[in-house]
């Protein structure tokens, strides 16, 4: 997407006024702060590798560290200068050179700026504008005669982080958003910016509307939201001023506003206060007191006294006087906030970043002020009275978040520069965003983790044309039922070739790595400006295969090089390297070591998802014991690099129960060439829906690619060519395979049958298997299992439905017919049960489904050492005894291995 024409504009007259960028020289911002030799151990803080004792070939690999003096306010390195002397011959020059770069920040990280081979005495590597913290050059040799020449580093750039161009500060820019939910227009926002004296003000208004039609309901829940929030900032210091935020919605027939306002008292403190309405419907209150008192009626409810007793409960207090009709306000008091904490409102957050100065790798902790939501105005409202159950009532919440600048893309063809901003809270889970944002922080793109939703800029966005999203769960779940029919990929895994094109904006294509051993580039073009599209052919490429594009033959130092320790993989650590040898024991063949680790880490970490775009070091997530794909993929570089397999990361895309998410994966070097390894995919090596985005030696947090720059696969599912599922790699002495009549899983290690009558569909779940059985002669008749890693829960038979989410995760759409039929389904009788010859849990239930027919189920759990399996039966009430055989012809199959 291309920016404004206001908004270029402006920049035009910032290049006239302010002038360009400059880069002074830095030398005297860093200082030498420690010489190691990364093979030898050896280490000191000598200035000069001669004079550190590092005088030999032979003693490299070597790595020189450099620190800021500052290393609160780090200097931009815009670039690195490397003299190893006016004598040096190209013989003499180490044969590979590596720079990393660390920002110093709580993360920590490095990030890998430059690689290659140094082909004069003088070379200079141009950067983005990077926040240098630490700067790591790595000097790698094949040679083991001879002197080894470092030479010294030269540091150019700006002694802060490149300032948001004051001028941009002036006159007004207005910027209009679409805001998506599922690739669904559900609303616009509209932003102002614009100064006036020492004020700047920052003004959003905004509305989306989406529907959820959902199993457990009786009817579909409409929400329609619009909000106007001003913020108020002082020019000197960007500090927040004031600013107030009101919010209107309506949830079916429930109905709220909030307005929250905060201003300067007159001690100069920040101090809001919050106003709440709220409002019920008569159908929602009925439908409330069904579901909470069977057989009550609305008007017996609220003619019983008992609900006003002021001994019960305030928050269900709260909740009776809605549900019998009475309007609620609420007014909070004020509350302020401390001096001492920057403070900023969600509108003028990024405008806040970009004045404090982008960099890459440059952190800055800031203090969100968040108008009241309607959790926290209930909370608040029907609080206790009692002085011994008092609570602090907050107008506003405060969420403390790290803004970190973690990507650059530089202008293109008179578009602005822009930054990938991420933005967190210290779980993720308040707040989790990745923005795309100009220089003077306006927003071009927007992902929210949270609310699960993003925002793209718009140019003459029609309100009139925008139409509420729906979220139909009773949708999915036929295109979920239909995939048993083989309208989508269920086992991608055994997809052996296949054709996609995908879409991103920002990044020309020379800044992404198209190419590699599974895949190859088959055309790119610009479809519009800034709008890039790419057709590429992806091969699913086992040992010994040949690759989709031969790369050059890497030499003994540049294989070195994937060897190498970071901050995160830690190939030093005692703890992981005890465990690598024991994994690993007396194999030298570097493919069965792989094979090996792999193994180990599927038996022994649990898949977890984790919403961040960076990890800790691998010995942390090794005492975590979970972790998403992330995790495996740094756990698994470490260990094969201690076990001397080099090893590198791949960023990309992963096809995975009908849809692609973002994704990461290894390669591992073997007989000349890249051979890529999913350590987080049960079949190791990937099938060929796996698209590769980008590669890298370190992790350097190239995971946020996809996301910032929009990347939309779209795979030709009717192309593909589809091989066996198996490749050999699981250590348990039987294959993986699907046939017309049996699934074998070496995972689970475990059999099931498919009675005759029915079809069998498996979907690919991550770890998690998904086992479909749908009736030939009647397609209401389905019968289901899942396959899960870990532990159950305690106490199944009460709450199976917190369980079986648990284990699984109910943000899976493909699961929500047992979910959806669980919830309000009402128990029959439960018990145990044998399955596959081990003790197993059983209920029967009833309900009513989403097509007003009331069904029957079959509910079973059975938890064993290798994971979980849930069976889930489900047959309209008169074909259920009809039926049920098949439920007992599939238990009765199951063996265990």
């Not at 002197?147 to 948001?164: R, T």
């Not at 348990?732 to 009558?757: H, W």
Request: hydrophobic share 40%; glycine share 8%.
């Amino acid at each position: 997407m291309r920016a404004t024409e206001a908004a270029a504009f402006f920049l035009a007259i910032c290049v006239i006024f302010c002038g360009a960028a400059y880069g002074a020289n830095l030398d005297s911002e860093f200082f030498i702060s420690e010489t190691v030799g990364l093979y030898s151990g050896k280490k000191t803080n000598v200035n000069g590798a001669k004079e550190a004792g590092f005088k030999r070939r032979d003693e490299l690999p070597l790595e020189v560290v450099y620190k800021a003096g500052d290393a609160a306010n780090p200097p931009v390195v815009r670039e690195i200068v490397l003299d190893f002397g006016s004598g040096a011959e190209p013989g003499d020059l180490p044969d590979l050179v590596e720079i990393y770069i660390n920002s110093g920040g709580d993360l920590g990280y490095e990030r890998q700026v430059y690689r290659g081979r140094p082909a004069a005495s003088k070379m200079s590597v141009q950067l983005y504008p990077e926040s240098a913290g630490k700067v790591l050059i790595r000097h790698f040799s094949t040679s083991l005669e001879g002197e080894a020449i470092i030479p010294a580093a030269h540091f150019f750039g700006d002694a802060s982080a490149v300032p948001s161009p004051a001028c941009k500060n002036s006159g007004k820019v207005e910027l209009s958003y679409l805001i998506y939910f599922q690739d669904q227009p559900a609303g616009i926002m509209w932003m102002d910016k614009y100064s006036s004296g020492e004020i700047h003000t920052y003004a959003e208004e905004y509305f989306y509307d989406t529907e959820v039609i959902s199993p457990d309901e009786d009817a579909s829940m409409k929400v329609f939201s619009d909000a106007e929030c001003k913020s108020e900032v002082a020019v000197k210091d960007m500090s927040l001023r004031s600013f107030e935020c009101r919010r209107k919605t309506r949830i079916g027939e429930l109905e709220y506003s909030i307005k929250t306002t905060a201003e300067q008292n007159k001690y100069g403190e920040l101090e809001s206060v919050s106003e709440v309405y709220l409002k019920m419907g008569r159908n929602m209150a009925r439908n409330l007191v069904s579901s909470l008192a069977a057989g009550m009626s609305l008007e017996s409810l609220c003619r019983d006294k008992s609900i006003s007793d002021p001994k019960m409960d305030a928050e269900l207090r709260l909740m009776f006087r809605l549900i019998c009709g009475e309007t609620i306000f609420y007014k909070t008091p004020s509350r302020a906030f401390e001096e001492e904490a920057v403070y900023v409102s969600e509108p003028f957050l990024y405008g806040k970043i970009a004045s404090d100065g982008l960099a890459v790798g440059k952190e800055l902790e800031l203090t969100i002020l968040t108008a009241m939501d309607l959790n926290e105005a209930m909370s608040a409202m029907g609080k206790s009275r009692d002085k011994k159950n008092e609570r602090s009532e907050e107008a506003c919440a405060d969420i403390e978040v790290t803004a970190k600048t973690i990507d650059f893309f530089p202008a293109r063809d008179g578009d602005a520069d822009l930054y990938a901003v991420w933005v967190f809270d210290k779980g993720h889970k308040k707040f989790n965003q990745l923005a795309l944002i100009e220089a003077d922080g306006a927003v071009i793109r927007k992902f929210d983790y949270v609310k699960r939703h993003d925002m793209r800029l718009a140019f003459d966005a029609d309100p009139e044309k925008i139409k509420p999203a729906v979220i139909d769960v009773n949708a999915l779940i036929e295109e979920s039922r239909d995939s048993a029919r083989g309208n989508f990929i269920g086992t991608p895994d055994g997809v052996e070739r296949a054709t996609a094109k995908i879409s991103w904006s920002e990044a020309t294509p020379d800044k992404l790595k198209l190419e590699g051993p599974r895949q190859r580039l088959i055309s790119v073009k610009e479809v519009e400006p800034g709008l890039f599209e790419a057709e590429i052919e992806t091969i699913r490429r086992l040992p010994g295969d040949e690759p989709a594009v031969r790369s050059l033959p890497l030499d003994e130092a540049e294989l070195d090089s994937y060897l190498v320790a970071d901050s995160i993989i830690q190939t030093e650590e005692k703890s992981l390297v005890s465990l690598a040898r024991n994994i690993v024991g007396s194999e030298t063949d570097p493919l069965e070591i792989s094979k090996k680790i792999f193994n180990w880490l599927i038996r022994n970490i649990k898949p977890k998802d984790i919403n961040a775009f960076y990890v800790k070091p691998a010995s942390v997530i090794l005492m975590s014991k979970s972790g998403d794909c992330k995790h495996f993929a740094v756990l698994f570089a470490t260990l094969a690099r201690i076990s001397g397999v080099p090893t590198r990361f791949v960023f990309g895309q992963r096809y995975i129960a009908g849809q692609y998410g973002y994704h990461v994966w290894n390669q591992i070097y073997i007989d000349g060439e890249w051979l890529d390894v999913d350590a987080s995919n049960l079949a190791f090596f990937p099938g060929a829906l796996h698209i590769q985005l980008d590669t890298a030696s370190s992790f350097n947090e190239k995971g946020h690619i996809g996301v910032a720059l929009g990347v939309r696969p779209k795979p030709d599912l009717a192309g593909i060519e589809l091989g066996p599922l198996d490749s050999g790699v699981i250590d348990a002495g039987i294959k993986t395979y699907l046939d017309d009549s049996t699934y074998q899983d070496a995972y689970y290690k475990f059999r099931v049958r498919c009675p005759k009558g029915m079809r069998m569909k498996v979907l690919d779940l991550g770890f998690a298997r998904k086992i479909m059985f749908v009736s030939e002669s009647d397609p209401t008749v389905i019968a289901n299992m899942y396959l899960s890693p870990g532990n159950a829960s305690s106490g199944r038979k009460k709450n199976v439905w917190e369980s079986v989410s648990g284990e699984i995760g109910s943000e899976n759409y493909y699961m929500m017919d047992l979910f959806g039929a669980l919830k309000k389904a009402k128990m029959g009788k439960a018990g145990e049960t044998v399955i596959g010859g081990k003790k197993a849990e059983f209920f029967t239930a009833s309900a009513m489904d989403h097509k007003s027919r009331f069904i029957k189920m079959d509910v079973a759990v059975l938890e064993y050492d290798l994971g979980v399996l849930y069976f889930h039966f489900a047959a309209p009430s008169d074909s259920f005894s009809k039926h049920s055989s098949a439920m007992s012809a599939i238990k009765s199959s199951v063996e265990f291995f």
